[in-house]
């Protein structure tokens, strides 16, 4: 017994430092399973405070950006109200579908990751809000990821540009489906895999989200087909898509929540125990 | 022995905020960031309390963890070079760092160099290597590794140097 206590006073810098490189390979290997890194989020008092402040700092400097995107889209929803007055049927078909099973809120975001391989990013709307897990996150452009962690007044944000992040997505002209991944190189560029061999695609297409998740509706906008290629296994092409959004200026945001998704959750995954 | 003191908690607390609100915005050319928190490490006092040293550096890595949602990469790598920190003070400085009364401000640039290039390469390689956590983008790190270390060590000698005050 005294030898043991000799042996960890002696090695006691040697003890605490494998204790605690032990901790942050924990930390490290949680992280990287979905869904699972509780512990160490920026979503939290402290974190989320501080980035709240600072970009009410700096997001003055960014003002003009973000009026021009502002006028942009309302150019762009006028001209749909003005042109659909004689043809009422197509833009009330889309009205419906939206104030019927969606909720839409605005937010800012606060603190913006893009250069790493695991991007996250914070906004100022949190469980006070009525935000919660899985709630889906677009621009006026495009889609910016899934909310993965709340707190009381923040809230985390999974990027599309993380490694991690898997989201279903279409060809706007045909019903062809795949996976929305990224590779971790170009902050403009993602890949979609897993699109049949079949599909008709080609350079300059639309890809838009598909609608089989309960996260996002079907239809908004993600990007354009840059080029593609063939998988290895020959079955499958791998597209890279040149996204509409600019994952490295982003201010305002809307957040989606599915109002049928615990209904769709309790269909799809009945009872297994 | 209070190796802890006012001077090392108001440099910990800034540091950790400039590298959370500064320096990870950088992204220079697309995806290149500077870590130069990690000079709370490399300017510790040496004469120090080990156990605690080893604790504050595991502390610093969390913090910008928190901020950077990063898991534990940067406390793994922070935790590792207060680790093996004698080995290369006793490999960068020699004779100065045996006598135990060697303060960073009066050593000679091209030591103090040597000392932080290998520190802040050992840091980035851990850091990436878990961040990115797959063998078969060893080139992508090597690369991350590389550039990122160019940087910061760029960033180190400059910080040091502002702050230095030398007697002379």
Redesign the interface.
Known sequence: MQQIINFVIRNKTSLLFLLLFGISLALTIQSHSYHKSKFINSANFITGGIYDKASGVSNYFDLKTQNDILIEENNRLRSQVFNASDSTSKIIIDSISYSGRYKIQSARIINNNYASSKNYLTINRGEKNGIKEDFGVITSKGIVGIIDNTSNGYARVLSILNTKSKINAQLKTSDQFGSLEWDGKSSSIVQLTDISKFAPVREGDTIVTGGKSSIFPKGIPIGVVDNFELDISGDTYIVNIKLFNDMTNLSHVYIIENLDSDEIKLLENPVDD | MTSLNFNSIIRFVVLV?VQ??LF?NI?FL????PYPYILFILLFPVNNN??LF??MS?ML??FV?????????H??SC??I??IRPAVLKFAFGMVYEHQNMKFNNTEFGNRLIYFSILIAIHHFIMFT????NIS?II?ILQKTLFSSIFTIILCVLISVLFSNKQR
Do not use: H, P, Q, W
């Open positions: 905020l959370a609100l990870n992204n697309g995806n290149i960031n080990r156990s080893i604790f595991f890595g969390l963890d928190i901020f950077s949602d990063s898991g534990g990469v406390a793994a935790v590792t207060a680790f878990m961040e990115i956590f983008n992508l």
